[in-house]
T-cell receptor
Framework: AQSVTQPDIHITVSEGASLELRCNYSYGATPYLFWYVQSPGQGLQLLLKYFSGDTLVQGIKGFEAEFKRSQSSFNLRKPSVHWSDAAEYFC??????????????FGTGTQLKVEL | EAGVTQSPTHLIKTRGQQATLRCSPISGHTSVYWYQQALGLGLQFLLWYDEGEERNRGNFPPRFSGRQFPNYSSELNVNALELEDSALYLCASCGRAPNTGELFFGEGSRLTVL
């Protein structure tokens, strides 16, 4: 069965500092990996996704993530955090676009706080 | 283009009552997914509907049920409400395979059980 671990429940960074959110997954085949962001009282917005190819993927709002198969990781990074980035971030793994739908398994999320 | 829409935004019920939540997918999307987001538990997969049929179900009791209508909108019913059913219920949609792989989420319906 697939699973996702986000080891950091809360992270606090200063505005302008760099950010890395950790994500480890467990999946038997080639994973389809996603990062979503959820602002308070809102639904989830897709930041970026990885299916295949270049292991460094770029997303919206200046975020990027790197897929490392050997470490079963898909960490999210941003070089300089803005106060508006404060939100909850979810990593997710899916079975792919052709097999059994787009059901995603999510991690428990990392709450990001940005200090001004 | 309208995104995934959910109603109601907020719903307050008491224990033992029934709740009905509704979801309209993005135009052209045929699959609807329901997730429960309870405090501190992340997103838990509830149900997947595709082309009017239930395709997959998460680890939830049978009092969680739903359906998908011919226009691909969906309804989630929760019977015999319990306090622990209080959560944000998120609906998501996607198009027919092959598609872009992600789910598109609505803003959720917050259910409070008193």
């Amino acid at each position: 069965a697939q699973s996702v671990t986000q080891p950091d429940i809360h992270i606090t960074v200063s505005e302008g500092a760099s950010l890395e959110l950790r994500c480890n997954y467990s999946y038997g085949a080639t994973p389809y990996l996603f990062w979503y962001v959820q602002s308070p009282g809102q639904g989830l917005q897709l930041l970026l996704k990885y299916f295949s190819g270049d292991t460094l993927v770029q997303g919206i709002k200046g975020f990027e993530a790197e897929f490392k198969r050997s470490q079963s990781s898909f960490n999210l990074r941003k070089p300089s955090v803005h106060w508006s980035d404060a939100a909850e971030y979810f990593c997710a793994v899916g079975a792919g676009i052709t097999g059994g739908g787009n059901k995603l398994t999510f991690g428990t999320g990392t709450q990001l706080k940005v200090e001004l | 283009e309208a995104g995934v829409t959910q109603s109601p935004t907020h719903l307050i019920k008491t224990r033992g009552q029934q709740a009905t939540l509704r979801c309209s997918p993005i135009s052209g999307h045929t699959s609807v997914y329901w997730y429960q987001q309870a405090l501190g538990l992340g997103l838990q997969f509830l149900l997947w509907y595709d082309e009017g049929e239930e395709r997959n179900r998460g680890n939830f009791p049978p009092r969680f049920s739903g359906r998908q209508f011919p226009n691909y909108s969906s309804e989630l019913n929760v019977n015999a409400l319990e306090l622990e059913d209080s959560a944000l219920y998120l609906c998501a949609s996607c198009g027919r395979a092959p598609n872009t792989g992600e789910l598109f989420f609505g803003e959720g319906s917050r259910l409070t059980v008193l």
